[in-house]
């Protein structure tokens, strides 16, 4: 189990809004840390879509949107289209005992 | 343009062991932090360890702890993973990725990632 939980799995037609949430603990989101998120097109490496809970890399289409509350985030894609089908990952650092990056276990969004 | 360029995976034996390499170029590399994350076939990412800017402070999954050595030289913009004992469950692509700061925790974030070099660990 990942130390952040994420939907295995959204769906939505192209032109619509998704969300992903990203839910942690108080001693990772929740103890202040920011949240990241990346984008896995199919056979490719992990890119970085939002970084520091809602900010957008250059190139990043303004589609795509994050925020954050308590001991939560989410991510947002407004205007669906087919070329966003992929994984997406939710990063955020945990400040428990054994202190270290975590992810969320990814969720699979799929354009109908 | 920032490159990463994994290489020196393979098939190993369990027990056996196994050192990874990244190659870095288009930005200074000893001002910032550098990552492995790896991912199990069909599975989610899992980071692996992270390395200072100068090698001073170092992390590792308690997955990887004691087995794992990360390490890096700054000359030659080198990032490295000597896996030692390495078991089945190891089995995955490892990518090397720049960390956004020169420290390997706290507010840290990737980017970019490398392609990945895979680990097939079997007998």
């Known amino acids: 189990q990942s130390v952040l939980t994420q939907p295995p799995s959204v769906s939505g037609a192209p032109g619509q809004r998704v969300t992903i949430s990203c839910t942690g603990s108080?001693?990772?989101?929740?103890?202040?840390?920011?949240v990241h998120w990346y984008q896995q097109l199919p056979g490719t490496a992990p890119k970085l879509l939002i970084y520091?809970?809602?900010n957008r890399p250059s190139g990043v289409p303004d589609r795509f949107s994050g925020s954050k509350s308590g001991t939560s985030a989410s991510l947002a894609i407004t205007g669906l289209q087919a070329e966003d089908e992929a994984d997406y990952y939710c990063?955020?650092?945990?400040?428990?005992?054994?202190?270290?990056?975590?992810f969320g276990g990814g969720t699979k969004l799929t354009v109908l | 343009e920032v490159q990463l360029v994994e290489s020196g995976g393979g098939l190993v034996q369990p027990g056996r062991s196994l050192r990874l390499s990244c190659a870095a170029s288009g930005f200074t590399f000893d001002d910032y932090a550098m990552h492995w994350v790896r991912q199990a076939p069909g599975k989610g990412l899992e980071w692996v360890s992270g390395i200072s800017w100068n090698s001073g402070s170092i992390g590792y999954a308690d997955s990887v702890k004691g087995r794992f050595t990360i390490s890096r030289d700054n000359a030659k913009n080198s990032l490295y993973l000597q896996m030692n004992s390495l078991r089945a469950e190891d089995t995955a692509l490892y990518y090397c990725a720049k960390a956004n700061r020169s420290s390997w925790y706290d507010w840290v974030w990737f980017d970019p990632w490398g392609q990945g070099t895979l680990v097939t660990v079997s007998s």
């Open positions: 108080s001693s990772n989101i929740g103890a202040g840390y920011d």
């Open positions: 990063q955020s650092y945990d400040s428990s005992l054994s202190a270290h990056v975590v």
């Open positions: 520091g809970n809602s």
